[in-house]
């Protein structure tokens, strides 16, 4: 009789044991057992639920939250987690890297700035705060059609593909990602400027004419909800790998971030390209230009470009200079 046993560890290791005179036997056994493994793991990748969930739901809500005939596949209960997630998750991630910004890049010196606001931080996230809900709703039905398997992310679907082949992909994906966003963030941006529509939903924004950090969620939820759009939008057009997109995920809101931080430094060579703090600044003051999220290229053919006026030395931060000078003279 053959002496042989299949072992799984998990489900990327199989162990198997036979005498050397069945080896032959034993590497065609092999062979079947690591395809029907590689069909199994893709059919549970395009089911399985998107990996925050699956965590969440495996260590938490199943065994404490949850009443254990309530199955983790119901949409509904999805959809409540889907809610619970995005509303403790979003402003955590807001709160922490707004407060990072705040306490490490942004120049607190701006706060005497005529242009701030009475008590402005504490409106930039009363305003933050009360949105998330709201973008919440429309929000988790699209995360439940990511969940649902109807979008274009992936796990790792080609287990033949060269490592070299998989770092290009992920490569071209960001790329095509920022280019895709940035060109429907600028005219979505556009539009919430016509005067149709800006006293309605994008005036809120521009309350702060001077912002600071805690600004960069400061949105009317309806406002915050479509300039997210275009984030959600492609992975259902463009295949997009999982972790890739919680990475651009966190890389946009920490970008968000960073463009209502009022540190306008950016490498020589960026410069005539990237839509930094900078031209982000003087969009909140002069309001018809420089739309753009990540780039100046939509910008540039919109006809709404303009040279920011921090790299001319006439920034908001060079007004506090300028009347600290004036104050010791
Ligand atoms: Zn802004
Ligand atoms: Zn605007």
């Not at 072992?7 to 198997?16: M, P, S, V, W």
């Not at 005939?69 to 922490?96: C, E, P, S």
Request: proline share 5%; charged share 20%; net charge neutral.
């Amino acid at each position: 009789m053959k002496d042989k046993c299949h072992q799984y560890a998990d489900d990327t290791t199989l162990y198997a044991h036979c005498k050397s005179e069945s080896l032959q036997d034993a590497v065609v056994d092999m062979q079947s057992s690591v395809r029907k493994l590689e069909e199994w793991s893709s059919e549970v990748n395009l089911l399985v639920m998107d990996l925050i969930l699956e965590k969440l739901d495996n260590y938490f809500l199943t065994p404490y939250v949850y009443p254990s005939d309530w199955h983790a596949d119901d949409w509904k209960r999805q959809l409540l987690t889907l809610f619970l997630l995005m509303n403790v998750g979003g402003w955590l991630l807001y709160i922490i890297s707004a407060s990072f910004s705040y306490m490490f890049i942004f120049d607190r010196r701006l706060m005497q700035h005529p242009l701030i606001l009475q008590n402005q931080i504490r409106r930039e996230i009363k305003v933050a705060t009360c949105s998330i809900p709201f973008m919440a709703v429309p929000t988790i039905f699209i995360f439940l059609l990511e969940v649902k398997g109807y979008s274009k992310l992936y796990w790792y679907d080609r287990p033949q593909q060269t490592w070299g082949n998989f770092v290009l992909e992920i490569g071209c994906s960001v790329v095509l990602f920022l280019l895709f966003t940035d060109f429907l963030i600028y005219w979505i941006h556009r539009w919430l400027h016509h005067k149709s529509v800006y006293k309605y939903l994008h005036k809120t924004h521009h309350l702060w004419k001077v912002p600071t950090p805690y600004a960069s969620h400061a949105f009317h939820p309806i406002d915050g909800f479509l300039q997210s759009c275009p984030y959600h939008i492609y992975p259902f057009l463009f295949p997009l790998h999982k972790i890739v997109y919680l990475s651009l995920f966190l890389a946009v809101n920490f970008w968000t971030v960073s463009i209502h931080d009022g540190d306008y430094r950016v490498p020589d060579i960026l410069k005539p390209f990237v839509n930094g703090s900078a031209h982000h600044t003087d969009h909140h003051l002069l309001y018809n230009h420089n739309y753009g999220q990540f780039f100046t290229l939509w910008d540039r053919i919109g006809g709404s470009f303009r040279t920011p006026d921090a790299f001319n030395g006439q920034a908001p931060i060079d007004f506090i200079n300028k009347q600290n000078i004036k104050k010791e003279e």
